[in-house]
Nanobody, 130 residues
Framework: QVQLVESGGGSVQAGGSLRLSCAVS????????MGWFRQAPGKEREGVASIGSDGSTEYADSVKGRFTFSQDNAKNTLYLQMNSLKPEDTAMYYCVIDRLQMCYAIQALGAMYDRQFEFWGQGILVNVSS
């Protein structure tokens, strides 16, 4: 059973930083596409960033230059470093994982879609105050 557990969310003032963590267990494939979606109150879910097991990354224009991936393979954990946070970054953030092909699709389409991912974490709240 695949499980994704997010941590590291919380409240921060605009301009501050947070690091989200996503610990993965039960995923048996060596190739993967992982990423983050977010959903703000009253808004549609949107893709934030993705990273493939081949090292490829994609970031939404709204977070480019501010959000960065890192990984600890020994801990099966993905991190999303979020700097220069803005109030519009306030949302519930969800970690996702699926096959590497999903990352290729993201590159081809230029966007992430939630239907591309089978496995989801429960979400963690990020609140950025002005």
């Amino acid at each position: 059973q695949v499980q994704l557990v997010e941590s590291g969310g919380g409240s921060v003032q605009a301009g501050g930083s947070l690091r989200l963590s996503c610990a993965v267990s039960g995923y048996i494939y060596t190739n993967y596409c992982m990423g983050w979606f977010r959903q703000a109150p009253g808004k549609e879910r949107e893709g934030v960033a993705s990273i493939g097991s081949d090292g490829s990354t994609e970031y939404a224009d709204s977070v480019k230059g501010r959000f960065t991936f890192s990984q600890d393979n020994a801990k099966n954990t993905l991190y999303l470093q979020m700097n220069s946070l803005k109030p519009e970054d306030t949302a519930m953030y969800y970690c996702v994982i699926d096959r590497l092909q999903m990352c290729y699709a993201i590159q081809a389409l230029g966007a992430m879609y939630d239907r591309q991912f089978e496995f989801w974490g429960q979400g963690i709240l990020v609140n950025v105050s002005s």
